[in-house]
């Protein structure tokens, strides 16, 4: 399985005037330089609380504000090469769109509300040209009736207030899914919907993963969520990666201090569970670190990756 | 073929209730409701005039609202009424001219001695029988007048108001979605239209050119259009331009153009629509002050009407001569008013509307 | 052991252009001293137009048609507006969702703390009003320099840390928190539901705690509500319903809710979605959904009724006889 995606140092930087009448320039390091792989097939939770600079690096990997530095590469499956998407041309870009697509948070501001369900399902394949007009039509149908929205006659004419948080959260998927692309950023796409919901949807995206052979990237502040749907995990803290491994490795052998606090903050559903609060501690970490000083990231071995320079940052109580 | 025959059932039946739950919602504010009627009202005059006139029951060359004309004369005696009352005719001063007399002293075009009968004309005439509001002072039906005047500030309100909001609309949502140098730009330019008094910048244009009534909606609908409202417009567009659907077109690889087309221009149309119906406002009062004075080339409108009566006196003479003055200004204040009211209401159906889950 | 809050067949419906939609129905619970009680239920189950009507703080057109609310022994329920005032603050109070919005953003956060005390403790003295406040923002892990800040100058779990002190500065006996920690970070939530619980064990505090999660559910409450279109399905003692769910509507939330511990179990998931208040449902609302409905579940002929299943347990009759089938 060869990687998808690969980022290495990637920087965004937010300048911040002081005001009208200062000179001084704030930079806010939104995302501060961070690294790492996704394979082809795999799915990548970034796991963060707000601010930490999760959202922000899923906007520059698509685009939408593009990154300070660093370099993106993901595999193109025409050259069968890793490009940058710095260099993309026109043909490139065409097909790096395809490719990549996003599902948002808001199910209620992800669609347009002046748009039918069809015509926004339908949208990507008219921006792609992609098959005859009258197919466009049937491959709606048939990816309603694949997110479960059936029968899909009821749905092509409605407009999205018309239909449940659940339901626009499927037609989301449907639209990001129909053009087969090989790598979906989700951000948060479960946590403003019912409880109840949120597995059926999980659900869906994790069949349609292993249907469709989709990568996907994460994005959850819920480490239980995360635990549900992800491969493997990467904990952000402050704009810097603070520590990254397989899924069950992560939770049940965190090595960073950042990542044990975390998960020892989780409340459990089980109210005979005793929780045992962690209390900051860098010794472990020094100890690793003292064994490889010059290393951004050590590998502890598993594929376990903890961060070192510059992540003893303080932990604001606030 | 089932599937699309299916769908257009279903979509039918949903556009069906989507716009009855409008309507509900329409119909629960009262002064929408109290708009649409005065609206609609109007609009029926509007389209009455042409009916009557096609129909025959109006003929024409006695109802036409600029050229109609019926002799309506009267035998008068003439008299000389006395410097000192009471006389053994007259009781009190008021009491000279009496019915069916007229004053010699007030005769001006006809000749005639005292103790003649002379045949006047009773243009202004009172509200008669056949004509509803009376006549003006050239015989012409008031009633007709109004409606004549109603197509009018229609015409005007609707044709200003459509092209200042189409070029506002535009221009804010190309400001928004743009900024940068072509939105300063825009930016300044709102501000500079907005200082501008518009009625006496309609002075001053008329003095240059002869403005007839498609001129003057051409006038007042492109200094609305690059006034304000582009601010408003720009700031709604702004809002959408950063909601994650706007984002999520420009993932699947939308243009420029079209995202502002597609997404953001039918998301700012609702707000638009509502300047719409404000702005007719505007238009209709605007029109009629300029024709009150007498700035338009116009063959009809309720301005004018009382322009006429102005000109000619009647307005100074107190109520006497109230149907040429009355219906064409209540006229303006009611239709003004209505379509006020009016966009009052649809302000309930479209705000929460445009955030309602 | 008198219990300060014992709420009877409390229904409430809202009016609206749509008709009379019936957020509340008949829901009865206590709450005794010291004790921590939990409301838990999705969007639109009811749960937040109960806390409001329990201090009649219920929306313009929300009106309680039915019930009783005794509040140590008063009666809340068709009381003045003068004698609600009294009561609320200073009997019971409550820390909102999304509350650390609802500062005014002009006013000093020790000053709004201030007014709240002023109302109800006229007569002592400012230096009086501002140990307490001392003492209060100590309690709740606040430095107190910060009663001196504006509400913009402090971050989200410091305002809202000082919600559960304006919360608490009129001694309440019974606070009822609305999901208080719903848009806080995961860390922040647990130093804050950390104070909450000292502060409760310290001021011997009754706690209402409402929330759609779970897991803070099950570990900052004794006793449990679930709650589902208006009513409450199942009612216990927190330990055992998580592991003994009678009703079926408990089981599937309980099994729809990921965890990091545990085994990593193939979760399930509910059909459907919540339903819509508006549209009446006879008999069990949530037969729609139900993942073993029974014939009669099927044709909606079943009345909702609580019948005890447990020590100090009860669940809705139908559904409760189902699973034991």
Redesign the interface.
């Known amino acids: 399985m060869n990687n998808l995606i690969e980022v290495r140092n990637l920087v965004k930087h937010f300048e911040v005037s002081g005001g009208f009448f200062s000179r001084n320039k704030k930079v806010i390091k939104a995302v501060d330089g961070i690294d790492f792989d996704i394979k082809s097939g795999e799915t990548l939770g970034l796991v963060g609380q707000s601010g930490c600079g999760k959202t922000t690096t899923a906007r520059a990997l698509c685009l939408l504000d593009p990154k300070s530095s660093g370099s993106v590469n993901f595999w193109n499956t025409e050259s069968e090469k890793m490009e940058s998407i710095d260099e993309l041309d026109d043909e490139g870009m065409r097909s790096f769109r395809r490719n990549m697509q996003m599902i948002f948070q808001d199910p209620y501001e992800s669609l347009n509300p002046r748009w039918t369900i069809k015509d926004i399902i339908k949208e990507p394949l008219d921006i792609h040209n992609i098959g005859a007009l009258n197919d466009r039509e049937e491959a709606v149908i048939e990816i309603l009736r694949t997110v479960g929205l059936t029968p899909p006659e009821n749905y092509l004419a409605r407009y999205p207030h018309e239909i449940s948080g659940g339901q626009r959260q499927r037609v989301s998927i449907a639209r990001t899914l129909i053009m087969k692309p090989k790598f979906v950023i989700c951000d948060e796409p479960t946590s403003m919907l019912d409880v109840s919901i949120r597995i059926s949807i999980m659900d869906l995206m994790l069949n349609l993963a292993k249907d469709l052979n989709v990568s996907y990237l994460y994005i959850t502040h819920d480490l239980a969520v995360a635990r549900y749907m992800c491969n493997r995990i990467a904990v952000m803290f402050n704009g810097k990666i603070v520590e990254i491994a397989d899924t069950e490795e992560l939770l049940n052998n965190p090595i960073h201090p950042y990542t044990k606090r975390l998960i020892s903050s989780i409340p459990i559903p089980d109210p005979s569970y005793k929780r045992e609060r962690y209390i900051i501690n860098y010794d472990e970490l020094d100890k690793i670190i003292a064994k490889n000083p010059d290393d951004k990231m050590i590998d502890i071995g598993n594929e376990h990756l903890v961060a070192t320079h510059d992540t003893k940052d303080y932990f604001i109580e606030s | 073929m089932k599937?699309n025959n299916?769908?257009?059932e279903?979509?039918k039946s949903?556009r069906r209730e989507?716009i009855k739950k409008n309507w509900?919602?329409f119909k629960?504010s009262r002064l929408g409701m109290v708009g649409l009627y005065i609206v609609f009202f109007f609009f029926l005059l509007t389209i009455l005039q042409p009916i009557l006139f096609i129909t025959g029951m109006w003929d024409e060359s006695t109802y036409n609202p600029v050229v109609g004309y019926v002799d309506q004369t009267q035998d008068f005696l003439i008299v000389e009424c006395p410097k000192e009352f009471p006389t053994e005719k007259y009781e009190k001063r008021s009491d000279c001219p009496g019915k069916n007399e007229v004053n010699v002293k007030t005769l001006f075009y006809a000749d005639g001695e005292v103790g003649e009968t002379i045949q006047l004309n009773l243009q202004p005439a009172p509200p008669s029988r056949r004509h509803i509001l009376g006549t003006d002072s050239l015989g012409r039906d008031v009633f007709s007048q109004i409606m004549e005047g109603s197509q009018v500030a229609f015409l005007l309100g609707i044709l200003s108001a459509t092209l200042g909001v189409g070029i506002s609309t535009i221009l804010g949502t190309i400001a928004a979605f743009f900024g940068g140098k072509i939105d300063a730009y825009l930016m300044r330019q709102s501000d500079l239209v907005l200082m501008l008094p518009t009625l006496p910048l309609l002075f001053i244009i008329s003095a240059f050119a002869e403005l007839k009534i498609w001129h003057l909606a051409v006038v007042l609908g492109t200094i609305g259009g690059l006034g304000g409202t582009v601010i408003t417009i720009k700031s709604q567009a702004l809002q959408v331009k950063v909601?994650?659907?706007v984002?999520?077109?420009?993932?699947?690889?939308?243009s420029q153009m079209?995202i502002l087309f597609s997404?953001v221009l039918?998301?700012v149309?609702p707000l638009a629509l509502l300047f719409m119906v404000f702005s007719v406002t505007g238009a209709i009062a605007s029109e009629s002050v300029l024709s009150f004075l007498g700035l338009l080339n116009i063959e009809m409108s309720w301005g004018l009407m009382i322009y006429l009566a102005q000109v000619e006196g009647y307005i100074f003479s107190g109520l006497k001569f109230w149907w040429l003055i009355l219906p064409a200004g209540l006229s303006v204040t009611f239709l003004t008013g209505g379509f006020y009211l009016v966009g009052r209401g649809l302000d309930e159906v479209f705000n929460p509307r445009?955030r309602?889950? | 052991m008198n219990n300060i809050l014992e709420v009877k067949d409390l229904t409430m419906h809202y009016e609206t252009i749509d008709g009379d939609v019936e957020a509340v129905k008949n829901i009865s619970f206590n709450v005794g001293p010291g004790e921590s009680f939990g409301i838990v239920g999705e969007s639109g189950c009811g749960k937040t137009s109960v806390a409001m009507s329990l201090l009649q703080l219920q929306a313009e057109n929300g009106k309680i048609s039915n019930g009783s609310i005794l509040f140590n022994g008063l009666e809340l329920v068709g009381m003045s507006e003068n004698d609600l005032r009294k009561v609320r603050w200073d009997g019971m109070s409550i820390v909102f969702q999304g509350a650390m919005n609802a500062w005014n953003p002009v006013v000093k956060i020790g000053e709004q703390i201030r007014e709240a005390m002023r109302e109800h403790y006229p007569e002592s003295s400012k230096s009086q009003n501002t140990d307490k406040i001392n003492e209060l923002f100590t309690m709740v892990g606040l430095d107190p320099l910060v009663a001196d800040r504006f509400p913009h100058e402090l971050s989200g779990g410091m305002k809202q840390r000082a919600i559960i002190a304006l919360a608490l500065s009129c001694d309440p006996k019974l606070v009822i928190a609305d999901e208080p920690t719903t848009a806080l970070d995961v860390v922040i939530q647990d130093q804050i539901l950390n104070e909450i619980k000292k502060v409760q064990d310290l001021l011997g505090l009754s706690l209402i705690y409402i929330s759609h999660d779970i897991a803070v559910i099950a570990e900052m409450t004794d006793k449990i509500a679930v709650m589902y279109a208006g009513s409450i399905v199942e009612i216990g003692p927190t330990k055992q319903v998580f592991e003994s769910p009678k009703h079926s509507y408990t089981k599937s939330l309980l099994d729809s809710t990921p965890s990091i511990r545990g085994e990593k179990k193939k979760l399930r998931s509910l059909e459907g979605e919540p339903p819509s208040l508006i549209n009446k449902i006879d008999g069990c609302s949530f037969s729609p959904r139900c993942p073993t409905p029974t014939n009669s579940c099927k044709n909606q002929s079943i009345e909702m009724e609580l019948i005890r299943v447990g020590d100090d347990h009860f669940a809705d009759k139908c559904c409760s006889e189902c699973i034991n089938e």
């Open positions: 599937n299916n769908e257009k279903i979509a949903l989507a509900r919602l629960q909601k994650p659907f984002d999520s077109a420009r993932i699947t690889g939308g079209k997404h039918p998301n149309a445009l309602k889950r």
